[in-house]
């Protein structure tokens, strides 16, 4: 089956912890992002990656690192220095047709928690 | 930054009854998409619609774009309790980079 997978499900980290989020995807999409979703609310940009070994800021980057060392991979790391991490984090991957992005596709999410 | 505005925040329907949740955004644009949300999920993509189209369907939805008056609509014809989830409309805000931008969300519920 093709799509993209997030794990854990749930994660539980207690203040001052390093965590990481995983996000695989089997789609062969060139694109990777990573979202923030506070109760009742949008979404929020952390980072991007249009292409591997590559990645930009979003609208919220600070206390939060990614890589992207391969293409199917983009692990969001939730830092210490992140002041309010307890949020459902959605990954997501995007393909181009003639330069113009298509939708995005999401991952089931990650609920993080700070105990 | 949030981009998108809907409206209304929450809507609740019988079954059997038409859904329209309203968007509006606050610069140029490529495209405009629309998602959905089930509770505790992932997002879903039901339409994208182009700067250029003016109405897209897809079964039973139908996507209006008014890019002179920057809104969008999302007409749910026929609702059906399934139909149950929160709406985001996201546009990629004319960067080509294929970052989105959502709004906040209308919470729909369809009542059996």
């Known amino acids: 089956d093709g799509g993209i997978t997030q794990s854990p499900k749930y994660l539980f980290r207690k203040e001052g912890q390093n965590v990481t989020l995983s996000c695989e995807q089997n789609l062969n999409h060139d694109a990777m992002y990573w979202y923030r979703q506070d109760p009742g609310q949008g979404l929020r940009l952390i980072y991007y990656?249009?292409?591997?070994?590559?990645?930009q800021k979003g609208d919220i980057a600070e206390g939060y690192s990614v890589s992207r060392e391969k293409k199917e991979s983009f692990p969001l790391t939730v830092t210490s220095a992140q002041k309010n991490p307890t949020a459902f984090y959605l990954c997501?991957?995007?393909?181009?047709?003639?330069?113009?992005?298509?939708?995005?596709?999401f991952g089931p999410g990650t609920r993080l928690t700070v105990l | 930054s949030q981009q998108g505005e809907e409206d209304p925040q929450a809507l609740s329907i019988q079954e059997g009854e038409n859904a329209t949740m309203n968007c509006s955004y606050k610069t140029s644009i490529n495209n405009l998409q629309w998602y959905r949300q089930n509770s505790g999920r992932g997002l879903v993509h039901l339409i994208l619609i182009r700067s250029n189209e003016r109405e897209k369907h897809s079964g039973r939805l139908r996507v209006t774009l008014d890019t002179s008056k920057k809104s969008s609509s999302l007409l749910i014809t026929a609702s059906r309790a399934a139909d149950t989830a929160s709406y985001f409309c996201?546009?990629?805000?004319?960067?080509?980079?294929?970052?989105?931008?959502f709004g906040q969300g209308t919470t729909l519920q369809v009542k059996p």
């Open positions: 997501a991957s995007s393909t181009r047709t003639s330069g113009a992005y298509n939708e995005q596709f």
């Open positions: 990656s249009q292409i591997v070994n590559d990645f």
């Open positions: 996201a546009t990629d805000g004319s960067s080509n980079t294929g970052k989105l931008i």
